[in-house]
């Protein structure tokens, strides 16, 4: 197998995952360019980057959703590979492709992979033929609204309403009932054109109270995949992952490894490459349904690494160059890890995104904790992107202890002039279902109000000091200034008067 | 001795609370919150962080001003408080409360792009009913109408960008 060198790369992306890709080329030694729209100058990324190249006008579509203006990157910054990081083109063959004929590396899977797993109903159908069970939906996409709706009446519902491109929980709705399913339908496919130039839409019914277990897999050129773990992510808002951890709960050693092998046969089944994350439903049954593959570096693949050590976008990297990935028994996981994401966004208000301008930031240190993050302070969290403001992780030798530890740095925490999610994620860990092990991808809702974080009331009176002190510091020091000022007018004033008093004294001396 | 008495309201405005500061010497108070007295030592640190020793318990407060509400927060404490003097106190009973009565502007709760006009002007609406879809960090939000009435007016078409706070419509 020729090696390959990779001494420049192109991150296609922004945010918190471009900050983390660039950091471990970093440390690889190897350079690395960034990519901004004109929303995106200031950001995080760029000023991280040893090079960047603006690639057009803020909405995504216009900029880093667009094939040709990436790839003009390229060859202006004469980078010789691509890390797509999550989002945007990580998923696009047809971006593989154009790479390839450029002869620039694609740090991601073969572009037949991604055909045959990118569309979610062909991967379904790849994965019945590989023996991998699958949840019952429909076969291939449905174009017509009238004609979906039939099938779900088929199936029954609830039913899921799923982008055949998608992902990211992006042009994604639960429809629990026939009178909503027109509204739905139509939002889904709106979130789909507008998220991934694609609004093909398909079904797949809704398993009662699932578990999200995802598996991460590992293959090089040479022939070797292997299996590193599960993530459990069913804290799910507006079917977006909110905590994830590893390892899960409801997995023995003996299901784990059942759904490592099943992983690692779908994966080999695409013929794949690099990093890959395989998705699991697990049903109250403790049955484990193939959901999807998700052909990229995922957004919580910290959970991983820190439970194993490993660097996955170094080992992303190194299977680019055409090198080796570890065998499966050299994978050590140890303790425990939990991750939150931190999102600009208001709990209180059904998760509305809050953009704005961050007046002040302070993050998390201490013993087993990690912030990715890919905002600083005085930054403006753009309008047009993914809500994501960093990924907090903490690691510990067990649940409880990774549990405490999480909640510990979260109270660390402190973002000004923007609404976060920060209370909520404290709320969740310290609900009794979660901490128990027990929940599902309901949790959220079931549990909606409890969630909606209310302040300790013991603590009020506390608040109530430090907001009277600021105020009377506020109030106090107006006021001295103010005399101050006015003591400073009276001075000058008499400067004046002194001055003339003086020469009058010195004309009647005189 | 200076002494302040500041009123507090909490809950979004529906509770209040007296406090009265007096400062014993530099950076050390008295705090009267109702019948309680406590002594307190505060040391100012940057960006609205307070430290502060209350009766010898440590305390560490971040203080974040969005207008006129303060968001106090004590580890995962958040309180949004507004904190008046009894000058801001009169303004404030002046301006009046809170209703759904008359005409109901609906603005934009954020900056983002209106992706669908769901009623016309002039449509009789529900309490709840949708008005518009805005899209915003490639997630879309609904907006409902606060009471039933009449969509009397409308400011925004589809596919129109927005700033934050925007008039989009009216329901009377």
Do not use: A, F
């Given at each position: 197998m020729a090696a390959r060198k990779i001494s420049k790369v192109l991150v296609a992306n922004r945010g918190e995952i471009a900050v983390r890709i660039i950091r471990t080329c970093r440390e690889m030694g190897i350079a690395t360019v960034a990519v901004y729209s004109d929303a995106d100058r200031g950001s995080f990324h760029v000023r991280n980057a040893d090079q960047a190249v603006h690639v057009g006008a803020s909405p995504s579509r216009e900029s880093y959703l667009d094939m040709e203006r990436i790839l003009d990157a390229c060859r202006s910054s004469g980078a010789d590979a691509v890390h797509p990081g999550y989002g945007f083109l990580s998923e696009k063959a047809e971006f593989a492709r154009a790479l390839d004929r450029a002869g620039i590396a694609f740090i991601g899977p073969r572009p037949e992979s991604m055909d045959a797993m990118g569309v979610k109903t062909t991967a379904r159908k790849n994965m019945a033929a590989a023996g991998v069970p699958t949840v019952p939906g429909s076969p291939a996409p449905i174009a017509d609204e009238a004609e979906a709706r039939a099938f779900a009446d088929r199936i029954g519902y609830p039913v899921m309403i799923k982008a055949a491109a998608g992902g990211g929980g992006k042009g994604m709705k639960r429809c629990d009932a026939a009178a909503d399913f027109s509204r739905l339908w139509q939002s889904a496919r709106r979130e789909a054109a507008g998220a991934f130039g694609d609004d093909r839409i398909y079904l797949e019914k809704f398993l009662e109270k699932p578990r999200h277990v995802e598996i991460q897999v590992f293959a090089d050129e040479r022939g070797n995949c292997i299996w590193v773990g599960e993530r459990e992510c069913s804290v799910q808002r507006r079917q977006q992952k909110v905590i994830e951890e590893s390892p899960?709960?409801?997995?023995?050693e003996r299901m784990r490894q059942a759904m490592g092998e099943v992983a690692v046969r779908a994966a080999r089944a695409v013929d794949y490459r690099g990093a890959g994350t395989v998705e699991f439903l697990v049903d109250a049954h403790r049955n484990f349904y193939f959901l999807e593959m998700n052909t990229r570096l995922q957004v919580e693949h910290p959970v991983t690494e820190m439970v194993t050590g490993l660097d996955l976008v170094r080992m992303q990297i190194e299977v680019a160059r055409g090198e080796p990935i570890l065998a499966q028994e050299q994978v050590v996981r140890r303790g425990h890890a939990v991750e939150a994401r931190v999102y600009a966004e208001d709990p209180g208000r059904n998760f509305m995104p809050s953009p704005g301008k961050i007046t002040y930031l302070r993050v998390p240190a201490g013993p087993g904790v990690r912030d990715d993050s890919g905002v600083y302070s005085g930054w403006v969290v753009p309008q047009f992107y993914d809500p994501l403001l960093s990924k907090l992780v903490a690691w510990a030798p067990d649940r409880d202890q990774a549990l405490a530890r999480l909640l510990r740095a979260l109270d660390e925490y402190t973002v000004h002039g923007i609404t976060t999610n920060l209370p909520y994620l404290a709320a969740v860990l310290r609900h009794p279902a979660f901490r128990s092990g027990e929940y599902d991808t309901g949790f959220c809702s079931r549990y909606a109000e409890e969630l909606l974080a209310r302040p300790d009331p013991a603590m009020e009176d506390v608040a109530l000091i430090a907001a009277a002190l600021s105020a009377f510091k506020r109030d106090t020091e107006e006021a001295e200034a103010f005399a101050a000022r006015a003591g400073e007018v009276g001075a000058s004033r008499s400067h004046w008067a002194r001055l003339g008093r003086a020469r009058a004294l010195r004309g009647g001396l005189r | 001795m200076a002494t302040i008495s500041y009123v507090a309201l909490l809950d979004g405005g529906q509770r209040e609370r007296k406090v009265e500061v007096t400062r014993l010497a530099p950076g050390v108070f008295q705090v009267r919150l109702g019948d309680t007295t406590h002594e307190v030592d505060a040391y100012r640190h940057d960006h609205g962080t307070l430290s502060m020793l209350v009766d010898g318990t440590s305390h560490s407060a971040t203080l974040d001003e969005r207008g006129d509400v303060v968001h106090v927060r004590l580890k995962a404490s958040v309180f949004p408080v507004e904190i008046l003097d009894e000058k801001r106190l009169r303004l404030r009973r002046a301006a009046g409360k809170f209703t759904v009565e008359g005409k109901q502007t609906i603005t934009a709760p954020m900056p983002g792009k209106v992706a669908k006009v769901l009623v016309a002007l002039g449509d009789p609406v529900q309490e709840g009913q949708g008005l518009l879809v805005i899209e915003a960090m490639k997630m879309e939000n609904e907006l409902r109408s606060p009471k039933a009435g009449k969509v009397v007016e409308l400011h925004v078409k589809e596919g129109q960008t927005v700033e934050g706070n925007a008039k989009l419509c009216a329901v009377e």
């Open positions: 899960s709960c409801v997995l023995d | -």
